[in-house]
C-alpha cells in the first residue's frame, strides 16, 4: 500500500444504505484485524456548524446557504485528509445534496484536491427500495421525494461521479443494496478493502 494511504469515497443518496453497508463492512474488517479508519464527511461537517452555532441537528444541514455549506465543506476536506495518512480511509459523503438552491457536489474540485479520492463508491437501488426505506426510518428526517425524482437524483450521481473521477483519477465502483441483501453490498466493499491493502 502506498505510503499515502488510500481513501475510498462511499456514496448513495439518502436512505439508500450507505451506513448499513458501511457498517457491516466495518465489522468484517475488524473480524480479519484490518485496519481502516471510518470517517461520516456530514458528521465532521455538522461538528464544525455546531460549534459555530449555525444547527443543531444534522439535517438542518443542506438548508444552510450554499456558500456556507462549500466554506465548512471545505475545512471538512483538510480535517479528513489530515487523518488519512498512511492508512486506508472509509469516508462516508454523498456525491450530490439536494439543497433549496439545486443539487451541489459534495466533492467539488477543493475538496477533491484535499481528499485525494482513490476510489468513489456509488452505492444504489431501485428508487422504489429507496423511497420504501426513507419512510420505514424514523430515526432521520429525510426529505420526500417522488420516485421519478429519486431516479434523476441517482442519474445525476452517477454524473457527479464520473466528473470528479476525471478530475481525480479514480476509479469508480458501482454496488447495489436490494432489499434483503445489504450483506452482499458490504462484502463487495469488504472486498475493494483487501484489493487495496494488496496493491
Ligand atoms: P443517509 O445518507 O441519509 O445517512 P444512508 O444511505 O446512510 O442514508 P441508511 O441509514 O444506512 O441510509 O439506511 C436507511 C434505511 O434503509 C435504514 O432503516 C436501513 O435499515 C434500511 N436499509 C438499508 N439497506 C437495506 C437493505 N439492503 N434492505 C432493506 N433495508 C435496508
Ligand atoms: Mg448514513
Not at 480479519?32 to 456548524?49: C, D, H, R
Amino acid at each position: 500500500m502506498s505510503e499515502e494511504g488510500f481513501v475510498i469515497v462511499i456514496t448513495g443518496i439518502p436512505g439508500v444504505g450507505k451506513t448499513t453497508v458501511i457498517d457491516a463492512a466495518m465489522e468484517a474488517a475488524k473480524r480479519e484485524n484490518m485496519n481502516v479508519t471510518l470517517m461520516n464527511y456530514g458528521t465532521v461537517m455538522f461538528e464544525i456548524a455546531k460549534a459555530e452555532g449555525l444547527v443543531e441537528n444534522r439535517d438542518q444541514m443542506r438548508r444552510l446557504p450554499s456558500h456556507v455549506q462549500r466554506r465548512i465543506q471545505r475545512l471538512a476536506a483538510r480535517r479528513i485528509s489530515e487523518d488519512a495518512k498512511g492508512h486506508v480511509v472509509l469516508v462516508d459523503t454523498h456525491m450530490l445534496i439536494r439543497t433549496p438552491e439545486g443539487f451541489l457536489p459534495g466533492i467539488p474540485a477543493w475538496v477533491a484536491e484535499e481528499l485525494k479520492p482513490n476510489v468513489l463508491v456509488l452505492v444504489e437501488a431501485e428508487p422504489e427500495e429507496i423511497a420504501r426505506r426513507r419512510k420505514k426510518d424514523e430515526t432521520r428526517e429525510r426529505d420526500v421525494q417522488s420516485i421519478e425524482e429519486i431516479q434523476m437524483h441517482q442519474e445525476m450521481c452517477r454524473s457527479a461521479a464520473a466528473a470528479c473521477a476525471a478530475l481525480t483519477g479514480a476509479t469508480i465502483v458501482v454496488i447495489p443494496n436490494h432489499d434483503g441483501r445489504a450483506h452482499e453490498a458490504a462484502e463487495q466493499v469488504f472486498k475493494l478493502f483487501r484489493t487495496l491493502k494488496e496493491s
